[in-house]
């Protein structure tokens, strides 16, 4: 998924504008080009794991929504202690430690493999999102770090858009390397070794594609080991973390901060439901490895709204854009739900162009006016993402509640309606500012 810049990177902008230094290390913008490449692209790469871990084990819509449940708790769980971390060793000895930590995330498929356990494959989703979430808290304020104050803004939405090439690529190519043919034997009809076998073969592929990314990995934080010593000029302000949840006080704040909880969990509960929604028979028909090649074209639309969206939000309010966004989010939920075929299936892919905007534009209308406070603010957000954990488990529910995929989209839907509203409410003149 696409993730905006954390409210760290502003507070950074304003004492690099004050001091007036950056780093000179062109090189190492090459660096953080590639973790926003790879860190947004291991987390699309949960909507192949999806469907893939839901024929073999069984699961109920609800039981495989854990894979999002668990990926995202670990905003919540190590958003805070990740910025401490980097606080206290810096920004690239922090990058190694979220690196290594994503590998042996992705090294623990091999014995949740071997035991063939869902449980272990959780667990190993959990450490793999933990070293994500210390990876983007070095991303963001270091690519301002790098280069001049003036030019900041302009090189961290060239980083986001390496972000969203990720969130394209990876589900394309993980959905033909993970999402092969299952066997002609289903796992419902087999029962103990013979079970456990067959699902140990079957998860052979996953072990595969994430023993590749733990090799990546470690060469990328091999290179950035041996350039630890580069940013010596950096600085960290010590701050209370507690404070921060004194912002939701604000009513815009705090409506911003629940948009992005609901934003991340309807944009991944729609994206952890394209492939089973597409092999319905009534939308497309298709079998796993079909259904997850139409899983960039969600993305990537995305990616394409990004560009769009920059321009059009130079000429029209960002509060008309935002709710604009998401009634047309809420519109093509409808037509998907009550259509079938082609257009069912283009029109559920379509909201990934609507999603394009919200994450950046939610960030910086809830943030505005937030001054010294913007520190604070940041670990809200991030904390916010735990959105993504909740509404898609959520949705799993309903699924297996009301037995229909179409009826579960009630839920990211009724998530935009709120984010309308939002973008119709920052749109109004404002009432006040938070006290800085």
Not at 113 to 133: I, N
Request: glycine letters at 10%.
């Amino acid at each position: 998924m696409a993730l905006a810049p954390n409210l760290s990177a502003d507070r950074d902008l304003r004492a690099e504008e004050a001091e007036g230094t950056h780093v000179d290390a062109p090189e190492l913008r090459v660096f953080v080009l590639a973790l926003f490449f790879i860190f947004g692209g291991i987390t699309s790469l949960n909507d192949v794991i999806i469907p893939k871990l839901k024929d073999l084990f069984t699961l109920s819509y609800t039981q495989a929504m854990l894979v999002q449940f668990c990926f995202f708790t670990a905003y919540a769980v190590m958003g805070l202690p990740g910025a401490a971390l980097v606080k206290r060793i810096g920004y690239m000895r922090g990058a190694v430690v979220g690196l290594l930590t994503m590998m042996a995330g992705c090294l623990l498929f091999i014995p949740a493999s071997q035991s063939a356990t869902y449980g272990l494959f959780l667990f190993a989703l959990f450490v793999l999102a933990s070293g994500v979430v210390v990876v983007q808290v070095v991303t963001n304020p270091l690519i301002s770090l790098l280069g001049p104050a003036q030019t900041a803004h302009s090189r961290l939405s060239f980083a986001q858009a390496f972000n969203s090439l990720g969130t394209v690529i990876f589900p394309a190519v993980g959905a033909s390397l993970i999402l092969g043919d299952l066997k002609a034997v289903k796992a419902d009809a087999l029962t103990g070794p013979a079970l456990a076998a067959y699902r140990m073969a079957e998860t052979q592929t996953v072990v595969h594609t994430y023993t590749m990314l733990a090799l990546a990995l470690l060469v990328v934080a091999g290179v950035v080991w041996a350039n630890r010593h580069r940013l010596r000029e950096e600085h960290h302000e010590s701050s209370s973390l507690a404070a921060s949840f004194t912002l939701l006080r604000d009513k815009r704040f705090g409506l911003g901060a629940l948009c992005i909880f609901l934003y991340v969990g309807a944009e991944v509960s729609i994206g952890s439901l394209v492939v089973n929604y597409l092999k319905q028979p009534k939308v497309l028909g298709l079998d796993d490895v079909g259904a997850g090649l139409y899983i960039p074209y969600y993305w990537g639309g995305a990616l394409v709204g990004r560009f769009i969206g920059s321009a059009v939000l130079r000429a029209v309010s960002p509060g008309k854009v935002l709710a604009c966004n998401a009634v047309g989010a809420i519109a093509l939920i409808l037509i998907s739900a009550n259509a079938s075929g082609h257009l069912a299936a283009a029109s559920l892919l379509l909201v990934g162009l609507m999603n394009s905007i919200m994450f950046p534009t939610i960030f910086s209308l809830a943030c505005k006016g937030l001054g010294r406070r913007a520190a604070d603010g940041s670990g809200i957000i991030n904390i916010a993402i735990f959105g993504g954990a909740v509404v898609p488990i959520l949705t799993g529910a309903l699924a297996d509640v009301t037995a229909s995929l179409s009826l579960a989209l009630a839920l990211p839907a009724a998530c935009y309606a709120v984010i309308a509203y939002f973008g119709y409410y920052t749109h109004k003149p404002s009432k006040g500012a938070v006290k800085r």
